[in-house]
């Protein structure tokens, strides 16, 4: 069992709907990252939560520590937003355990 | 530019080549790390540096691949005798001792081994 899971694994969405990525981890955390990675582009940090819950723009990315889950949402899709996002953990040994990333398609 | 850079960002080479493999880190960054992904996969930890001493690597990190960071600022990671199973994409990042905010990623270098 990996230490951080992803799902879906892929999603197809139309342009304006409301999308949710989910991410399960099993590991203790010091913070999690969420990551976007463009087709053979390199990767973008959004977000780095360690409780709560940020926005910024369109995202918003919530932690629920007690659950070991987080989720990144994303507001009014739009067709830029496709890419491949990542939930990555980091414990306080400065290790980091990813997922497998969701790819997320943005239908015009 | 005050991100992580990499270079080069593609690299095709024929199978038995060497390569190696640039990552210039925040400058105040004292720690940095290589990791690798393949498709359809996160990315794996390869090896970390604090300044200029390499703390810890994976056992995916193979007597063919070696990590430098001389002088604790830049670091080079070096595949010798490439095989076609080495193709993925080496990201490299950077942050500060004990931290995990500001884990900054480069772009990537993407490897084909042909």
């Known amino acids: 069992k990996n230490e951080v899971e992803q799902s879906p694994q892929n999603l197809t969405a139309q342009e304006g709907e409301f999308i949710t990525i989910n991410c399960s981890y099993s590991?203790?955390?010091?913070?999690l990252h969420w990551l976007q990675q463009h087709p053979g582009g390199g990767i973008v940090s959004l977000f780095m939560l360690s409780s709560g819950k940020k926005k910024h723009g369109r995202l918003i990315a919530t932690i629920n520590i007690q659950e070991k889950h987080s989720s990144l949402h994303i507001t009014a899709s739009h067709p830029r937003d496709s890419a491949v996002y990542i939930c990555?953990?980091?414990?306080?040994?400065?290790?980091?355990?990813f997922g497998t990333g969701t790819s997320l398609t943005v239908i015009p | 530019d005050t991100g992580v850079s990499q270079n080069p960002r593609h690299k095709i080479t024929k199978r038995g080549q060497n390569v190696t493999f640039r990552c210039d880190p925040i400058s105040e960054h004292n720690r940095l790390y290589w990791y690798r992904q393949t498709l359809g996969q996160g990315p794996e930890f390869l090896t970390y540096f604090q300044n200029e001493a390499q703390l810890e690597k994976s056992r995916l990190l193979s007597d063919r691949f070696s990590a430098e960071r001389p002088k604790g600022s830049f670091s080079t990671l070096e595949i010798q005798r490439t095989e076609q199973g080495d193709s993925a994409m080496y990201l490299c990042?950077?942050?500060?001792?004990?931290?995990?905010?500001?884990?900054?990623f480069g772009s990537g270098t993407r490897l084909t081994v042909v």
């Open positions: 990042a950077s942050s500060l001792v004990g931290a995990v905010y500001g884990y900054t």
């Open positions: 990555a953990v980091g414990n306080t040994g400065n290790q980091f355990y």
């Open positions: 590991v203790g955390i010091s913070a």
